[in-house]
């Protein structure tokens, strides 16, 4: 017998196919949508204005793959990290920040990373495979804050262009009127450069982006990322001015502050010449360290600093709070290793 497929996920067009495929009336294929997105159903018992034939031939075919997270670790600061369950006996993290005006979901997109950047922490663990698109909402549509969710970063496990297909279907799923009717404005993609996956994005998706930059030179790119061989930052940040037309997407570079590696004058002005001419901003993040990495982050004066200069360069530049720090839950220190030993 055929592997059941997993119909949460599937965009309208995929379910039609399905609808086409077993004849069912135009109109079906958005009732099931509606079913799935909007009235939330786990099963296809509860589909009930679809004849009883119809959810028996989806059953026999499909699943609806919804399963909610098995362990929560709560922060001082009231970050929640959430521990999913996925295909393969593994796992993956999704975060919830909460602040004053917005609740913020931090997705992940793989299980694990194969990009290898010596400073994070879900590299470390390497990678393990691709997350589905219904793998990549069940971190939405579980979260037991959905409902109070104000903003969506993928900014999670994993390389979110190095898995372009499921991040599509899901973005169409996430901003569709059929799905969760999401403002594209409301979510941001992350990405460490890798240029076909930003091509496909910036014309199939009117979400944010956020690269992962980190320095200007290419000698130090390449020793704390391995891309920068493959897609130098230059390179990135030229078909970024060629492509990025669309004024209602903000493009920012994510930079974390390295102690005496790249929190220098020499810094600041390579990063002036290299966006120069990018409508864009600067995320100053501070390094959380993780076990058997010697990186240290810079102290707040030198962070400060850095981010004064770069303002007064012309350079739109804000240094982002860190939150989750004592559950592992803050930037480069997802790893599911410790909850699954």
């Not at 521990?83 to 919830?96: G, H, Q, S, T, W």
């Not at 897609?231 to 001015?241: E, S, T, Y």
Request: aromatic content about 8%; some cysteine; proline content about 5%.
């Amino acid at each position: 017998m055929p592997e059941k497929i997993n119909i949460f996920g599937f965009t309208m067009q995929e379910i039609r196919e399905i609808s086409d495929k077993h004849g069912f009336p135009a109109y079906t294929s958005g009732q099931i949508a509606d079913w799935l997105y909007k009235k939330g159903a786990k099963s296809f018992e509860e589909m009930s204005n679809l004849p009883k034939v119809t959810r028996q031939l989806l059953v026999e075919e499909c699943f609806i793959g919804i399963a909610g997270p098995s362990d929560v670790q709560v922060s001082e600061d009231g970050t929640r990290k959430y521990l999913f369950p996925v295909k393969n006996d593994k796992y993956i993290e999704a975060v919830f920040i909460p602040e004053t005006n917005r609740s913020t979901l931090c997705i992940s997109s793989q299980v694990g990373c194969k990009m290898g950047c010596s400073f994070c922490m879900t590299g470390k663990q390497g990678f393990h495979g691709n997350l589905s698109s219904g793998e990549i909402l069940n971190q939405v549509y579980s979260l037991p804050e959905k409902d109070s969710l104000t903003n969506y970063v993928f900014m999670g496990m994993g390389e979110p262009l190095a898995n372009t297909e499921n991040l599509l279907k899901s973005l169409e799923v996430m901003t569709s009127s059929y799905g969760l009717g999401i403002s594209p404005s409301r979510i941001t993609v992350s990405t460490i450069g890798i240029i076909p996956g930003l091509d496909k994005i910036l014309n199939q998706s009117r979400c944010h982006l956020a690269v992962s930059l980190h320095t200007p030179f290419e000698s130090e790119r390449s020793q704390m990322m391995p891309v920068e061989k493959v897609f130098p930052i230059k390179r990135v940040v030229d078909f970024l001015k060629q492509n990025s037309q669309d004024r209602q997407r903000r493009i920012s570079f994510e930079y974390i502050m390295f102690r005496g590696i790249n929190d220098t004058p020499k810094h600041i002005n390579g990063l002036t010449r290299l966006l120069n001419g990018l409508r864009c901003r600067i995320n100053l993040i501070r390094y959380h360290p993780i076990p058997g990495v010697p990186y240290e982050s810079s102290d707040e004066e030198t962070i400060h600093w850095f981010k004064t200069r770069l303002n007064e360069k012309g350079l739109l530049t804000t240094i982002r709070a860190s939150r989750g720090k004592d559950i592992f839950a803050a930037c480069g220190m997802l790893s599911t290793a410790k909850q699954q030993a």
